[in-house]
């Protein structure tokens, strides 16, 4: 029913920055806690980041605290992650995410998830 989009990931020099965006359509994501996860090759997924219904409250992982940045722009029906002094371990595919309802857990993500934007940094 809703389709998830992302976008703005790339290549990038350790210590660079990046931020990417998650478009929804098809259905309002103002009810719904929203996250972002990523998966690097032989790994498997992991929470990254996760804000709730109007953005007063977030959650991250504790290897992204104090360099990554989650938001939400209801009125554009997107959620931002802004990237800042990635490292090559940062390098994997990043997932937006639905959350089932208006609040965050961190364990137990949504149904629906995007198709995934490659972030690669080099050393």
């Known amino acids: 029913q809703v389709q998830l989009v992302e976008s703005g990931g790339g290549l990038v020099q350790a210590g660079g920055s990046l931020r990417l965006s998650c478009a929804a359509s098809g259905r309002a994501l103002s009810s719904y806690a929203m996250g972002w996860f990523r998966q690097a090759p032989g790994k498997e997924r992991e929470f990254v980041a996760a804000?709730?219904?109007?953005?007063?409250?977030?959650a991250y992982s504790d290897s992204v605290k104090g360099r990554f940045t989650i938001s939400r722009d209801n009125a554009k029906n997107t959620v931002y992650l802004q990237m800042n002094s990635l490292k090559p371990e940062n390098t994997a595919v990043y997932y937006c995410?639905?959350?089932?309802?208006?609040?965050?857990?961190?364990?137990?993500?949504?149904?629906?998830w995007g198709q995934g934007t490659q972030v690669t940094v080099s050393s």
């Open positions: 804000v709730s219904l109007s953005g007063g409250t977030t």
């Open positions: 995410n639905v959350y089932s309802g208006p609040w965050i857990v961190v364990e137990n993500p949504g149904h629906y």
